[in-house]
């Protein structure tokens, strides 16, 4: 790296997502006088807008694409440089640019994020989803499609399958439900019949407190068909050109060729053997195809279940690599099994005045017992506030504690239109037997999970609105033995509120 640095700046921050933004806003709003950079690959900075905090823990907010200069007006000591960063030598403290520029820093802070662990690198007809220019490759692709292959199981496969229509989608999953990052095969039974038309179907609330699911087979398959006229109100908006955000999919319209509406296919237990194109599968004669217009498709990919399915593209929703290639070159970063930098309760790595937030760190403190890392926005958002605090204070030589947010994980989303919330260990990570589940569910309308641990609530899932947030997060933080209200702590006829009043 050539030495001759540019510019010194006192915090140096890289990257302009959710983690890189707030981190910056955090560090120009507690040292103002502190000469702050981004160095950014993209041309635009994501901005949280909208900021809600719903509970102690749980918030709401919205993700936009803004101009760096937005950023700059508001902080006049802030210097945001557009490109991207191809080195970085911790020990002179520097980092050099794809433009050749070198600049020094004395506390940096990594926030890269991460990319598409993809199926397979650079295959033409192998997509990932990630951030805008993603998505319109995706939905110029799919304006053109007949049939697609989804694979993965986790947020991206889970709204693709959901907002795709007028093509068909053969959805592969490795397991025995669907959406199993995020949820248990119980609430995977109740988003099912979502696949096949969105009118809640509202029936009298039933109250479980044990649940069984029948599990599909391995390599069973099952076909889910929705009415032409059941999407939502609205749904078919043309609305062009808004930023990836949590509604991302929103302003955006996912329509492929056909007259239908939505129409998956599940192939549940199976993972990906290969990806052929026309001519090589010409070349396997034994390869048995499941649809009689063998040869026409441009790609054709192979499950582990045997079957073979021709389609326009597959998408590769798989999850994602945090992005360190650059700095790991010549440092000694320690990186933890995910491939993520791993940082301390004070969110340092392992390189001196070198920090890291959201999707590229891997948080290697001694965790709470209700909280657990997720690559998510609220997460991004949540690491680059506190980092940005921990670098203040470094400088201020002022101590400081790992923040009440990293006590108990929280996660607001929406799933096949349903309101989803999540709390601590809400599908009993790392609980073992030692673990009792109360189930409440109304078919179409609510799902509530409950996740004891030796009497004490340790974790929820609320699917649709529940209105129980709140009551529910106190109730996992504050630990109360529920051993004396047993199964009528979700007895629909209680206020639950009044009762632990
Ligand atoms: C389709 C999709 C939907 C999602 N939906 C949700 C959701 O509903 N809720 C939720 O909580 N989460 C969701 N997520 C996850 C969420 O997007 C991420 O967890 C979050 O954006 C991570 O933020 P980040 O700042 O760490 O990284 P990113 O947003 O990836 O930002 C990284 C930044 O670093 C820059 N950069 C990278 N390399 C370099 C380099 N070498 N030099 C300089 N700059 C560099 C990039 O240009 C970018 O600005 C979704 C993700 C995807 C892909
Ligand atoms: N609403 C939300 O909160 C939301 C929505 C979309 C995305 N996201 C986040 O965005 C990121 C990317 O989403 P994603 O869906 O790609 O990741 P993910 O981590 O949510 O899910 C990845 C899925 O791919 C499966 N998988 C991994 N390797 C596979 C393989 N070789 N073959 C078949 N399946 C495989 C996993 O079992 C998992 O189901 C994640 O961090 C996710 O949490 C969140």
């Known amino acids: 790296m050539a030495e001759t640095k540019e510019r010194t700046f006192r915090f140096l921050i890289l990257g302009g997502g959710i983690a890189g933004v707030t981190c910056v806003e955090q560090l120009s709003a507690q040292i103002p006088s502190a000469d ?17 905090q719903v509970s102690k823990t749980l918030e709401e907010f919205d993700v936009e694409e803004r101009p760096s200069s937005d950023l700059e007006e508001k902080f006049p000591n802030l210097v945001v440089i557009h490109s991207a960063v191809k080195s970085l030598n911790t020990k002179s403290h520097s980092v050099e640019t794809a433009d050749g ?41 799919l304006s053109k499609a007949k049939r697609i292959v989804v694979v993965g199981n986790g947020g991206i496969a889970l709204e693709l399958v959901f907002e795709v229509e007028g093509c068909e989608v053969i959805w592969a999953v490795k397991d025995k439900a669907i959406g199993n990052t995020f949820f248990d095969a119980g609430a995977a039974q109740f988003f099912i019949p979502s696949l096949e038309t969105d009118k809640p179907d509202r029936s009298v609330p039933c109250k479980r407190t044990r649940y069984t699911t029948e599990e599909p087979a391995p390599g069973a398959a099952h076909t889910f068909t929705a009415e032409r006229n059941s999407r939502r109100p609205g749904s078919s908006s043309t609305k062009q050109g808004s930023a990836l955000g949590p509604d991302w999919h929103e302003g955006i319209v996912l329509k492929g060729t056909e007259q239908l509406s939505r129409r ?6 199976c993972e990906v053997e290969r990806i052929f194109t026309p001519e090589e599968l010409l070349h396997s004669p034994q390869q048995e195809l499941n649809d009689e217009q063998e040869g026409s498709w441009p790609v054709y990919i192979k499950l582990t279940n045997g079957k073979t399915f021709g389609c326009d593209f597959v998408v590769s929703a798989t999850g994602v690599v945090p992005n360190t290639e650059p700095f790991l070159h010549g440092n000694n970063f320690a990186l933890a099994d995910d491939g993520g930098l791993r940082v301390d309760d004070q969110m340092m ?9 959201g999707d590229v760190c891997t948080a290697c403190w001694e965790h709470s017992l209700l909280w657990q890392q997720m690559r998510l926005w609220t997460q991004a958002r949540q690491m680059g506030w506190y ?27 929406k799933f096949f239109n349903y309101k989803v919330v999540l709390l601590g260990k809400f599908n009993g990570q790392g609980l073992g037997p030692d673990q009792e589940l109360l189930v409440r569910c109304t078919k179409g309308l609510e799902y509530v999970k409950v996740i004891l641990s030796g009497g004490r609530m340790v974790g929820a899932v609320l699917i649709g609105e529940t209105d129980l947030e709140e009551t529910f997060e106190n109730l996992i933080l504050n630990q109360m033995d529920l051993t004396p209200y047993g199964e009528e702590l979700l007895n629909p006829n209680i206020d639950i509120e009044d009762y632990f009043d």
């Open 101 to 141: 520029r070198v600049f020094g820093y004395e506390r940096l802070c990594i926030c890269s994020g991460g990319r598409p662990k993809l199926l397979t690198q650079d295959h033409p007809y192998v997509l990932g989803i990630r951030d805008t220019d993603s998505a319109q490759e995706f939905q110029k692709r």
């Open 36 to 52: 702050v950079a981004l160095i950014t690959a993209g041309s635009h900075i994501k901005a949280v807008t909208n900021y809600k």
């Open 387 to 413: 980092a940005g605090r921990c670098m203040a204070s470094h400088v201020l030589s002022e101590p400081i504690e790992l923040d009440f947010c990293f006590e108990l994980f929280s996660h607001i989303t």
């Open 349 to 357: 790595t392992s390189e001196p005045d070198v920090y890291a937030a």
């Open 264 to 269: 998956v296919s599940l192939e549940y237990q």
